[in-house]
């Protein structure tokens, strides 16, 4: 481990071609005179927060030399004339270079051993609000920003526990990026709680460009047949608090609003943060008709497509489902074509500027709706259906889930096409099997508390209890 010398003037020279001071147009470096002696810090551009640096500046340049005169080791210089309470010393220079990029302030002086770090840094950051993807009709309307400080301070702000503990770490060969685990220290799963620290420790990567999901990535167990999410994602303050208090444990990535909820299980996605912002009964009929009509809409268009696409089929009470008049498209090609439009519009939209979105949906919904039905390209049924099931999609919080449901609906649509009813029951049970097989960053497993068996825990997530309740 490489540690500062003696010599003043070579660790000025190491740290300067260390942190590269000339090369990086960011990296400021000023020399000072403290008590006669010389003097550097170095600081990032845009991280050093000016007031509190020239007050202590201001301060060191007034000492006299008699003050200093018999002090060697840098820890008796900061407990005498550094004021800021985030100060910390070290030798070593991994440890230095890695802080200063980080942000923090190193000091170096002449004839004292170490180097000061100084933690008065200002991260640029938007201001905290609501989530795009977690919005509610009541309840808090703040949400998690890029850095993972504030993020911490949302979280102490709803949890004033001593017992609340906040596990930094690094990843990232190269990036160093700040990944904490939170979680009550009264309440976690311990053996959980290894296995996610064996598995940061193990990470091998340069960095972490993508945020939580390099994380993700990283950690997860590699299934990539397998549709369904492995992990569960908040950016909102009071789920992962409520997440926390429940036991499990929350991952903050540095540089990405999104926060890791572990463990995931199959039945958490069932849940969603508007439950508990209207009284037991009315977020339990929410939750129950959003797990229905999520498995419905695994369903809907495969069964009216082996309903209809045969003559004579239909039963008489089923009548009202209407078989959808001849079209230039076969009636499969219809809802697959459809399934891939609605997906392109997804995507257009999220491209498309805020001052245009309002007339690229007409657009889209006039051009692909009417014209598409009067060129007898697609049927209004097919359209009906389809919109159907999309809607049911974006009642899903969690966009993984719901993409994983899309493609077993086409793939039980393509099933049900090629082997008809034979398809459709081959394709139900090997989305069963997925499910069962679906292998978790940690926990125990994607099907709990079902297997295995808890049934408070069950009772838990499939009806909303009242909070008093539940905290006991």
């Known amino acids: 481990m490489e540690q500062l010398s003696n010599y003043y003037d070579d660790n000025v020279r190491h740290m300067d071609t260390l942190l590269g001071v000339g090369r990086n147009c960011d990296l400021v470096a000023r020399d000072l005179i403290i008590g006669g002696r010389k003097a550097r810090i170095w600081v990032i551009d845009g991280y050093g927060r000016d007031a509190i640096l020239e007050r202590m500046g201001a301060f060191w340049l007034s000492l006299c030399p008699e003050q200093v005169r018999t002090l060697t080791q840098m ?27 980080l942000g923090k302030t190193l000091l170096l002086v002449e004839g004292i051993s170490g180097g000061a770090l100084m933690d008065a840094k200002n991260y640029p950051t938007r201001s905290v609000e609501e989530p795009a993807d977690g919005k509610v009709l009541r309840g808090a309307h703040d949400g998690f920003v890029e850095a993972v400080v504030p993020n911490m301070a949302l979280l102490r702000r709803r949890i004033r526990d001593p017992l609340l503990t906040m596990e930094g770490h690094k990843v990232g060969g190269r990036s160093r990026t700040d990944v904490v685990l939170c979680y009550m220290d009264d309440r976690v799963d311990r053996k959980l709680l290894e296995q996610l620290r064996r598995k940061l420790d193990n990470i091998d990567v340069h960095s972490l460009s993508m945020g939580q999901e390099s994380l993700a990535e990283a950690i997860r167990p590699k299934q990539w047949y397998n549709p369904f ?149 697609l049927t209004p049924e097919v359209l009906v259906y389809m919109a159907a099931v999309s809607i049911v999609g974006f009642s899903q919080p969690s966009f993984e889930m719901g993409y994983a449901v899309k493609l077993l609906r086409m793939m039980l649509l393509i099933l049900s096409a090629i082997f008809d009813f034979w398809g459709l029951l081959g394709g139900t049970l090997l989305i069963i099997w997925l499910i069962a097989d679906n292998r978790t960053v940690v926990g125990p497993g994607y099907l709990y508390p079902l297997l295995p068996f808890n049934g408070k825990a069950l009772k838990r997530l499939l009806l909303r209890e009242p909070i008093g309740k539940h905290n006991t």
């Open 75 to 101: 820890q008796d210089f900061a407990d005498r004339f550094i004021t800021f309470s985030e100060t910390n010393v070290t030798c070593d220079l991994v440890d230095i270079s890695t802080s200063v990029l």
């Open 229 to 377: 999410p492995k992990i569960r994602y908040t950016e909102r303050p009071d789920t992962a608090a409520a997440t926390v208090l429940e036991g499990h444990i929350v991952v903050l990535v540095d540089n990405t609003p999104a926060v890791m909820l572990l463990p995931t299980t199959v039945f958490d996605y069932s849940q969603e943060i508007n439950d508990f912002y209207f009284p037991p009964l009315v977020g339990t009929y929410l939750r129950i008709l959003r797990m229905t009509m999520m498995i419905l809409s695994l369903f809907i268009t495969p069964m009216w497509y082996l309903l209809v696409n045969k003559p004579n089929r239909m039963p008489d009470w089923l009548i009202f489902l209407a078989k959808p008049q001849p079209c230039a498209l076969p009636l499969l090609a219809q809802l697959l074509v459809v399934e891939f439009l609605i997906d392109l519009l997804k995507l257009a939209c999220l491209n498309t500027p805020n001052a245009l979105s309002n007339s690229f949906s007409m657009l889209g919904a006039l051009v692909l709706g009417n014209f598409a039905v009067q060129a007898k390209w």
